[in-house]
């Protein structure tokens, strides 16, 4: 859908009206959480009937039976199973469905960050209570607003990390290489081309209220006779210094890596994560396995693109790239690389991610590893292990209702019926 040029100013007062509407405040009584069912993620165990007891924005009991304090409000589910809020590692807020290259270009910031604000509620309404945003995609530090707004209660959304600005290099895969040079069309990402200039780079992206750094490290991707390739953009000694760069800060650096050398290079730097990962070797395998360096198969983007190309011969391409990214996953698991699950939500509508589960199984996942990959995995990528992914006393209270049991049908991750964060009711 082709989204209007100008939001007028009454339309922008409306929209953000009726979001800040939905943002309900914390309750003042506690709240008993009934459900036919209930997952404990890390055993795999289903609990008949579940119940969980929230104070605040924290859970205080979980089990079959929980204290029901005086004056608590009980929210009985009926048939559906309770779980932690769902993770995606992987989004783009600052983008939607159409030609990204062009709405990057067309489309004011400011008109990208009321989208973002809108994607984020889509996100949040689906299920997903905490998010990675994995690059603004040229709109530089406005995902800083729109996470400090979902913080302060503002707006709904989800739990945010964010990069600002992807880093890149000068013609690479974020550069704006497909227009006449003479119009000088800005890059989607940060030039850095050395060393010098990526420690630059990574300290205002923290000084704009980056959580961590997103680096294309590869691109552009090429199949040809069966084979997959892509090119590197930053050698390991310069991947290293972003790393320690960003550790100095006690933060991290994930990167956009679909294939050899440039997978190798990330591992051996240290990244916290390899995304996409369509092309992993042996001792890249290895590596991420010894150091528990996450892939992020972000299927659905792949899926989406093979399913929405302008021409059969790209069509074809972008199937061939999926059907071997599905094969070389089986090999990753086989490898014991560690997963985490992401969507690379924006180019395909937001709200709509749940298919990265069903897909993540249909290449080769059990429902519950997947479900432990993107809980449990996700928690400890986005740097909040401890405190969700697990419906545990003292975790936020981020949860969500589904019919049937995710751990036997994954498809019902898509039909989310309750959403919770933080202790507040956004869907019910």
Known sequence: MKHPQFFPALTTIFLVCTLISGAQTESPH?????????????????????EVL??????????????????????????????????????????????????????????RTILAVLAARADLMAGFTAERDMGTEGAGSADTAVRN???????????????????????GHEDANHFNPAQHVLSNATYANNPAELVTVIREQFKEGADFIKIYETGPDVVRDGRFSTIYQYTEAELKAAVDEAARSGKRVAVHATGEPGTLYAAQAGVVSIDHANQLGDETMRLMREKQIFAVPTFT????????????????????????????????????????VGSDVGPFPHGTQAREFELMVKYGMTPL??????????AKLLGWQGQIGELKPGYFADVIAVPGDPSQDITVLGKTSFVMKGGVVYRK
Do not use: C, W
């Open 301 to 340: 983007i792949f899926e989406y693109f093979s399913e929405h190309s302008d021409s059969p011969e790209q069509r074809a391409h972008d199937r061939q790239m999926l059907d071997l990214h599905g094969i070389e996953f089986h090999k990753q698991l086989a490898a014991g690389v560690p997963m985490a």
């Open 369 to 378: 590893a997947a479900l432990q990959a993107d809980l449990l995995n996700g």
């Open 54 to 111: 929230v104070q605040g924005e924290r859970i205080e009991e979980v089990g079959t039976k929980v204290a029901h304090p005086a004056g608590a409000e009980i929210i009985d589910l009926g048939d559906s199973t309770l779980l932690p809020g769902l993770i995606d590692a992987h989004v783009h807020l600052f983008l939607h469905p159409g030609a990204e290259d062009l709405q990057t270009v067309e489309e004011s910031v400011p008109q």
């Open 30 to 50: 506690p709240i008993v959480l009934r459900a036919t069912r209930l997952l404990d993620v890390e055993s795999g165990r289903i609990l008949k009937p579940g």
């Open 149 to 171: 707004a979902i913080d302060q209660g503002l707006i709904p959304g989800p739990r945010l990390r964010i990069s600002g600005n992807a880093v890149d290099i000068l013609g």
